[in-house]
C-alpha cells in the first residue's frame, strides 16, 4: 500500500493531536511525530506545515516562542494554548461523529 | 471571533515583514539542521543528507512563499507594493508628477468647497449636542405674489404660551442683537453679535459652556451675561477668573456668568459672541423694536427652537403644537398664525431659498464642468505617459505579468496622484474660512464653509472617483496595445481614445467661456444701469441715540416732531426717511407683509417710510392721489404701483385700506400711489409701502458742498446728544453691488480657470501628436514638404476632434444660457457680443495651444529627427 497525501483540512486537526500528546515542539518535530503515528502512510510535504501552523497561531490555539532544541540547536518551538485545548476536543469529537457515519455506509447492510 | 482575530494578526504582520521575515528563515534553517542532524544519524553523507532535507522541505524558497501567502494580507500587500512602486516612478518624472497634481488639486478643491458650501447649508445642523433632538418652530405665513410661504419668528406671547404648556418638548425662545461689551468702564467697545434667550437656553439646547454656568434667571440682581470663547480671549484676554468678574454691556455693569466652549460659535451660520437673559434685556437693550416686543404680547418676533424630551418623537411634538398654537391662535383672535417645525440646518432659516438653490446649483453646475476639464487634461497626460512606457510595459507582460495586474499598476498611480491633490485640496478647503475672516470678519460666511468629517468622506470619494476617470481608460488601452504589440513592434492605434479627450476639453472650455462671459456681460449691464431715483444726488444723516439714555417711547415722538419740524424751516431742503442701518442693502427699514383688514390674504413688501421733502430729494414720482402726512398717527400710506396691482389688481388703490406687518389695530389709508423705482434693488422693482418714519428718522438732503455741517447743526439744534453719521445714500447699495461684482468675479475666475486648463490641456495633446509623429515630419521635410504645409497637416489630422468639440460645446452652450437667462438681467442668452468675446478667447487660446508644439517640431532639423529613430 502506497502513502497517501495528507486530507484537506486535517493538517491543523493532526498538529493540535501532536501538541497535546507531545506537548511543546519545534516544526520538525511535529512533521515527524505527524509521519510516525501515521505508521509511515502519510507523507507530508514539510514546506505546507509552515502556513497551517502561522494558521493555528494567528487564530491564537497556539503559540511560538523561541528556545533551543535537544540537539542544542536554536528552534521556535509550539505549544498548545487554552482555546487550542478546547479546539482538539472540538474538532476531535467532530471527527469522531463524521467518521462513525461514514463507517455506517461504507459497513456491508445487516440483513434483517 | 478567530477569524476576526487572525485577520487582525495579519493585518498588523504586513506591516512586521522585515522582522517576520528574519524569523522565517532562521526558523527554516532551522528545520531543514534538525533534518539533517536526523539524516547523519541515519548513516547518509553529508550532501546527501542535506540534499534529502531539502527534497522533503518542498523547496526553501517555494515554503517560504507558502508561508508569507498565510501570514499577511497578500492583496494588501501587492497594494502597498504598488503604491512603493507608483511613488517611485512619480518621483522620476517630477514635471509630469506636478502638472498633474497642481490640476487635479485645482478641481478638487473646487469641489470640495462646493460640497462644503452645500454641506454648510442643507447638512449640517446646530453645533449642540443631540442636534437631531432639537427642531425650530416657525411661523409660516402664505404671501403674495409669491406662490409659497414665509417663515419667520413667533409672538413672545405665543412663544410663552407654547412653552409653558408642552410636555413633548422643551422650549427655548431667543432673538440676536447687537451690543457693546468691554471689560471695565474706560476701556474701547468691542461690538458684540449678542443673543438675548430664554432661562434655559443654555441648558435645554446644551450649549457646552467650558466654564462658569447659566445665568441666574431673577432679574433684580445685577445682571448676568455669558460669553464666548472668542470674546474671553479678546476682551479678557483669557482671564481665567474671568467668572464672578464686572464687565459693561452697552454701559451697564454686568457680571460674567459663564464662557461657552471654544468650539461653539453660534446657531445656525448666527454667531453669538454674547448671552442675555431675556429677564434683563429691558436694562441692556437700546433697541426700541426689542422693547416693544416685550411690552406687545402680539408683536414678532422671537426665535422659538425646542428639544425633544427622552422617547417623545418629532410627529407628537408636531401634533401638540399645533394644538396649543390653535389654542393660543383663538385666545387672541390672530387668524394668519400657523406654525411648522423645521430643522436647524442654514437652508431652513434662508428665506430666499430657491434662488440661494438655484446659484448653488449654476455654480456646482460650473465647477462640475472644470473638475471634469481637469480630469480630461490629467487622463490625456496619463495616456501620454503610459504610452511612453509601452516597452517597459511590454517586457512586464511577456515575463508573465497579467493585464489585470499592469491595469492596476496603472490604476495605483493615478490613486496616488489623485490622494496627493484630494490631501492639498482639502487643506485648501480649511483655509477658505480664515481666509474670510481676514478679508472682511465675515463671520456667518466663514462658519458656512467649515470643512469637517463628511467634507473628508466626500473629498476621499471624488478622489477615488477621480483616479478611476484619469487613470483606468488610458491604462486598459495601454495594456492592450501593449499586450498586442509586445516586441512585435507594432504602432499604437491611439488616436480615437486621444482624439476623444481633445473634443470634450474644447467644448468644456467653449461652455465654460461663455457662460462666463454671459454672466459678467449681464452683470456689467445691470450696474451700468443708472439708478431710476436719486441715488448718487442724495446724502444721509443717520441718527443713533446717545449711549446710556434709556428708551421712551414719548422722548422719542417728541424728538422725531421737533426733528420734522426744523427740517420744514430748514434752508436746505431737508427730508425725513427710514434707512436701514449703514450696511445692509437698499433703502428699506424692512422686509414685512400687508393685507386689507378684513382679508385673510398676506402680501409682501417692503417698507420706505419717508416724510417732509424726502420723496422730492429722493426723486420718487406720485401717479396719484399725495404723499402720507409726517404724522405717524394719521395712518396714512402711499403704496407703488407694483404692490398696488399685487393687492388690487386694478392698481386703483386710492382710498382703500390696509395693515402693516402685525399691528392689526392699526389701519392705514392709502393716500397715494408712487411710481416703480428700484429703490431695494437695482435689478429688479420690489412692491413698497410708504409710511411716516416710525423710530428714530434718517435725514435726507441733496448732495451739496456744506451739507454734512448742515445736517449735523440741524440735528444738534434739536437733540446736541444725538450721534450722527453722515454718509452718501449710495453707501448702503454698495454692498448689494458688490454681491453682484463678486458673483461675475466668480464666473469670470471659472471661465479664466477653463481656458487655461483648455489651454495646458490641448497643448499636451499637440505636444504628444507632434511627439509622436517627429519622425515622420523629418521625412517629409527631407523630402522639401514645405513647413507651412506639414503643420498644416497636423492640424488636418485633428480637425474632426476640434469641429466635434466646438459643435458639441455650442449647443451645450446655448443650452447653459437659456437656464442662466434669470442671471442675464435682460441680456439675451445668445448675445452676439458674448459670443463673439468668447470665440476669440477660444481662438487665441487654440493658436497658442497648437502653434508652440507644432512650430517646434517643424524647427527640428529632419536629419536629426531621423537619427533619432
Partial sequence: MGKTDVWQGTLALMVLKTLEAMGPQHGYGIARRIEQTSGGLLSLNYGTLYPALVKLEQEGYIAGEWGVSNNNRKARFYKLTRAGRRQVAKEAEAWGQATAILARFLQPEEQP | ?869
Avoid at chain 2, 499577511?72 to 512619480?90: H, I, K, Q, T, W
Wanted: with cysteine; proline share 4%.
Fill in chain 2, 1 to 869: 471571533m478567530r477569524r476576526l482575530r487572525a485577520g487582525l494578526v495579519r493585518l498588523t504582520n504586513v506591516f512586521r515583514r522585515d522582522r517576520l521575515d528574519r524569523e522565517l528563515a532562521a526558523e527554516m534553517e532551522s528545520h531543514l539542521q534538525h533534518h539533517i542532524d536526523d539524516n547523519l544519524r541515519a548513516g547518509m553523507s553529508p550532501e546527501e543528507a542535506r540534499r534529502h532535507a531539502l527534497r522533503a522541505l518542498g523547496g526553501i524558497e517555494q515554503a517560504k512563499e507558502q508561508y508569507r501567502h498565510r501570514r499577511g494580507l497578500p492583496l494588501l500587500e501587492a497594494f502597498l507594493a504598488d503604491v512603493r512602486f507608483a511613488c517611485r516612478m512619480l518621483w522620476k518624472q517630477p514635471a509630469f508628477m506636478l502638472s498633474a497634481v497642481s490640476m487635479l488639486t485645482v478641481g478638487l478643491a473646487l469641489t470640495a468647497a462646493t460640497y462644503t458650501l452645500f454641506n454648510g447649508l442643507f447638512v449640517r445642523g446646530w453645533a449642540v449636542p443631540d442636534s437631531d433632538q432639537v427642531f425650530r418652530v416657525e411661523a409660516s405665513r402664505r404671501v403674495q405674489p409669491a406662490a409659497g410661504t414665509i417663515s419667520d419668528g413667533l409672538s413672545l406671547g405665543a412663544y410663552r404660551h407654547i412653552r409653558a404648556h408642552a410636555a413633548t418638548s422643551e422650549y427655548v425662545g431667543y432673538w440676536f442683537d447687537n451690543m457693546r461689551i468691554r471689560a471695565d468702564r474706560t476701556a474701547e467697545p468691542t461690538y458684540t453679535q449678542t443673543a438675548v434667550v430664554s432661562d434655559n437656553f443654555v441648558s435645554a439646547l446644551r450649549i457646552p459652556l467650558q466654564q462658569g454656568a447659566t445665568p441666574p434667571t431673577t432679574g433684580d440682581a445685577s445682571p448676568a451675561v455669558v460669553i464666548s470663547h472668542g470674546i474671553w480671549q479678546r476682551v479678557f484676554g483669557g482671564d481665567s477668573q474671568v467668572v464672578g468678574r464686572v464687565a459693561w454691556v452697552n454701559d451697564v455693569a454686568v457680571t460674567i456668568a459663564g464662557v461657552m466652549a471654544a468650539g461653539f460659535e453660534g446657531l445656525g451660520g448666527r454667531q453669538i459672541e454674547v448671552m442675555v437673559p431675556l429677564a434683563v434685556v429691558r436694562q441692556l437693550s437700546r433697541r426700541p423694536g426689542a422693547l416693544e416686543r416685550l411690552d406687545d404680547e402680539r408683536q414678532c418676533c422671537v426665535w422659538v427652537a425646542g428639544r425633544l424630551r427622552d422617547g417623545r418623537t418629532q410627529q407628537q411634538a408636531r401634533a401638540e403644537l399645533e394644538t396649543l398654537t390653535a389654542q393660543y391662535r383663538h385666545s387672541v383672535r390672530q387668524p394668519e398664525l400657523s406654525v411648522r417645525l423645521s430643522g436647524t440646518t442654514q437652508a431652513e432659516t434662508i428665506r430666499d431659498l430657491e434662488s440661494v438653490v438655484t446659484v448653488l446649483a449654476l455654480a456646482s453646475a460650473g465647477i462640475m464642468l472644470v473638475f471634469l476639464l481637469t480630469c480630461t487634461n490629467v487622463g490625456n497626460l496619463f495616456l501620454a505617459r503610459s504610452l511612453s512606457r509601452r516597452g517597459e510595459i511590454a517586457v512586464r507582460l511577456s515575463l508573465g505579468a497579467t493585464r489585470t495586474r499592469i491595469v492596476q499598476q496603472l490604476v495605483v498611480e493615478g490613486l496616488v496622484l489623485a490622494s496627493i491633490a484630494g490631501v492639498a485640496a482639502f487643506l485648501a478647503t480649511m483655509a477658505v474660512p480664515p481666509l474670510f475672516r481676514l478679508i472682511d470678519d465675515e463671520e456667518a460666511i466663514a462658519a458656512l464653509f467649515r470643512a469637517d468629517w463628511r467634507v473628508a468622506a466626500f473629498t476621499s470619494v471624488v478622489v477615488i472617483l477621480t483616479c478611476l476617470i484619469v487613470s483606468l481608460a488610458p491604462a486598459l488601452h495601454t495594456s492592450r496595445i501593449a499586450w498586442r504589440g509586445a516586441g512585435a513592434g507594432v504602432p499604437p492605434a491611439t488616436g480615437r481614445l486621444r482624439h476623444g479627450i481633445l473634443a470634450a476639453q474644447i467644448a468644456l472650455a467653449t461652455v465654460l467661456v461663455l457662460s462666463a462671459t454671459l454672466l459678467t456681460r449681464g452683470i456689467e449691464r445691470a450696474l451700468a444701469t443708472p439708478a431710476d431715483f436719486a441715488l448718487q444726488t442724495t446724502t444721509a444723516a443717520i441718527l443713533q441715540s446717545p449711549p446710556g439714555r434709556p428708551w421712551d417711547a414719548a422722548a422719542a415722538r417728541q424728538t422725531r416732531a421737533a426733528l420734522a419740524a426744523a427740517a420744514r424751516t430748514s434752508e436746505v431742503p431737508t427730508g425725513l426717511a427710514g434707512l436701514s442701518p449703514i450696511g445692509e442693502s437698499g433703502l428699506s427699514v424692512g422686509r414685512t407683509r400687508v393685507r386689507e383688514p378684513q382679508s385673510e390674504a398676506l402680501f409682501e413688501a417692503q417698507v420706505v417710510p419717508v416724510a417732509e421733502a424726502a420723496p422730492q430729494i429722493l426723486g420718487l414720482r406720485l401717479a396719484a392721489g399725495r404723499w402720507p402726512s409726517t404724522d405717524p398717527a394719521a395712518l396714512e400710506a402711499v403704496v407703488n404701483r407694483t404692490l398696488a396691482e399685487n393687492v388690487w389688481g386694478d392698481g386703483n388703490a386710492l382710498g382703500k385700506q390696509l395693515t402693516i406687518g402685525f399691528a392689526n389695530d392699526r389701519i392705514y389709508t392709502v393716500v397715494g400711489v408712487a411710481g416703480d423705482a428700484h429703490l431695494t434693488a437695482f435689478d429688479h422693482v420690489a412692491p413698497v409701502v410708504h409710511i411716516a418714519p416710525l423710530s428714530l428718522p434718517v435725514l435726507v438732503a441733496r448732495t451739496a458742498r456744506d451739507v454734512d455741517a448742515q445736517l449735523t447743526r440741524l440735528v444738534a439744534s434739536v437733540d446736541p446728544e444725538l450721534i450722527v453719521t453722515v454718509v452718501p445714500l449710495s453707501q448702503p447699495f454698495e454692498q448689494t453691488l458688490e454681491q453682484a461684482r463678486a458673483g461675475a468675479a466668480v464666473a469670470a475666475g471659472l471661465g479664466a480657470i477653463a481656458v487655461a486648463l483648455a489651454i495646458v490641456g490641448v497643448f499636451s495633446v499637440f505636444a504628444y501628436l507632434v511627439e509622436e509623429r517627429r519622425q515622420e515630419i523629418g521625412v517629409r521635410l527631407a523630402l522639401g514638404a514645405s513647413r507651412r504645409h506639414v503643420g498644416l497637416a497636423i492640424l488636418h489630422a485633428t480637425r474632426s476632434a476640434v469641429g466635434g468639440g466646438l459643435l458639441v460645446g455650442l449647443g451645450l452652450a446655448v443650452a447653459a444660457g437659456i437656464t442662466l437667462r434669470g442671471f442675464l438681467f435682460g441680456l439675451s442668452p445668445v448675445d452676439p457680443v458674448s459670443y463673439a468675446i468668447a470665440a476669440m478667447m477660444l481662438v487665441v487660446s487654440a493658436v497658442v495651444a497648437m502653434a508652440v508644439p507644432v512650430r517646434r517640431a517643424l524647427r527640428v532639423a529632419p536629419v536629426i529627427a531621423l537619427r533619432a529613430e
